[in-house]
């Protein structure tokens, strides 16, 4: 054989997929001194203690073997409890459900289960950053639903059936929202719903926020008329419990699909943690209050930070969830990355541009107000000082 061009030692997608947006202003802001990040999307909160208690405890009995690959029973049988009790769902835990490492893989399986090469993935934007690349990387393409500040970024019918093509598997949701903070009324779900099911589209729900709304209690897409069966509801421990390093997460769908994302996760993954896994249960168990403590606060940030943004004279919805704000930097002038970059040097208050998540958030930033309310208040101040002098100039 003769010596041919080097080739690319990367397959082509991976070659070609983007680093995230977010990294780039992480690692910049983590080379300076004395910055406030409202960038990072996790709880300050340590998790609570009984459930670090109840992972010391089950290292202590030797809990240390692999699981059974859908994950303890024990857990399987707790959620399936937690979900009926807090958003009126019930699922088998023998045959509906699999315990995953964190709703990260819960979103890779679900997508490399129920796509071929070339199915169109319908993705509304703003959205999470790792939707994209994980549609691409499991063979798909992604179709981009926009949605407007005007109209709380909630998507309207007429744009959902627009996208819609031939190819068109499947539909990602995720309420409440990361980066806008936005939840769904029943009433704008019964806008969507009859599409969904003449089109016989799959959804896939993120619900990894359904603990944290501050007006009412979350309702699950797969809670309402004919959904269930062509919804993969995902979620997990890291928000409520304030448990992201913990790594566990959950899958709930139909038996036909829930036997194919076992199978890649038995041979991807085995199981998720044993001692974590024994951990959760105590969390779901006797953890409830210490999630309402937390919701409590995150309410209280959320209340402080909404009238702080406005005050500063940057528009902003109010958001009904998660621990995000949104707001518009149309006013500055700037573009999104411009303001965050200026932000980051002149004042050093981290923030995440909009546009990361997708050409809907191009005028926005995402602040995460999951930080002490003394942070908080100190990178108000210096944001609102910021803004002042770009008003000035
Ligand atoms: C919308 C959304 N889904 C999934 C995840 C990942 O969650 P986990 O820590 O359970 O993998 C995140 C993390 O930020 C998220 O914001």
Not at 63 to 79: H, P, V, W
Not at 174 to 199: A, D, F, V
Not at 381 to 386: H, K, L, N, T, V
Request: charged share 25%; glycine share 6%.
């Amino acid at each position: 054989m003769t010596q041919s061009q080097p080739k690319s030692r990367l397959a082509k997608t991976v070659d070609s997929l983007k680093p995230s947006g977010i990294r780039r202003f992480f690692d910049l802001a983590a080379s300076m001194e004395g910055v406030i990040s409202l960038g990072v999307g996790e709880p300050d909160f340590v998790t609570p203690w009984r459930v670090r208690e109840a992972c010391i405890s089950s290292l202590e009995r030797g809990y240390t073997a692999y699981t059974s690959n859908a994950g303890l029973l024990s857990l399987r049988k707790e959620i399936d409890h937690y979900l009926q009790d807090r958003f009126s769902l019930h699922y088998n835990p023998e045959t509906e459900m699999l315990i995953t490492v964190g709703a990260s893989e819960a979103i890779d399986i679900a997508l490399r289960a129920i796509l071929n090469p070339g199915d169109e993935v319908l993705v509304v934007e703003p959205c999470y950053v790792s939707y994209e690349p994980v549609i691409r990387l499991a063979g798909g393409v992604p179709v981009f639903l926009h949605t407007t500040a005007e109209n709380n970024f909630k998507l309207t019918a007429e744009e959902l059936e627009e996208k819609i093509s031939r190819k068109t598997k499947a539909i990602i949701f995720c309420y409440p929202n990361n980066p806008t903070g936005s939840t769904m009324t029943h009433e704008e779900w019964e806008q969507l719903l009859p599409i969904i099911k003449r089109y016989d589209l799959l959804v896939l729900s993120d619900e990894i926020y359904a603990e944290l709304t501050f007006a009412k209690r979350h309702e699950s897409i797969a809670s309402l008329p004919g959904m269930k069966e062509r919804t993969i509801l995902i979620s997990g421990f890291s928000k409520a419990f304030a448990m992201t390093g913990w790594r566990l997460g959950y899958i709930c769908a139909p038996p036909d699909l829930l036997t194919g994302m076992l199978k890649i996760h038995q041979y991807t993954m085995l199981c998720a943690p044993s001692m974590v896994q024994m951990a959760a249960i105590e969390a779901l168990k006797y953890g409830m209050d210490d999630v309402d403590r937390m919701v409590e606060s995150y309410k209280q940030r959320r209340n402080f930070m909404v009238e702080a943004l406005c005050e500063i004279g940057l528009a902003c919805h109010q958001p009904e969830g998660a621990f995000y704000v949104f707001p518009s930097i149309a006013s500055t002038g700037l573009t999104a990355s411009e303001f965050a970059e200026r932000l980051l040097l002149e004042e050093k208050v981290a923030v995440v541009p909009g546009d990361v998540f997708g050409d809907s958030g191009r005028d926005h930033i995402r602040c995460s107000y999951a930080t002490s309310l003394a942070q908080l208040e100190e990178a108000m101040e210096r944001m609102g000082r910021f803004v002042k002098r770009l008003s000035q100039s």
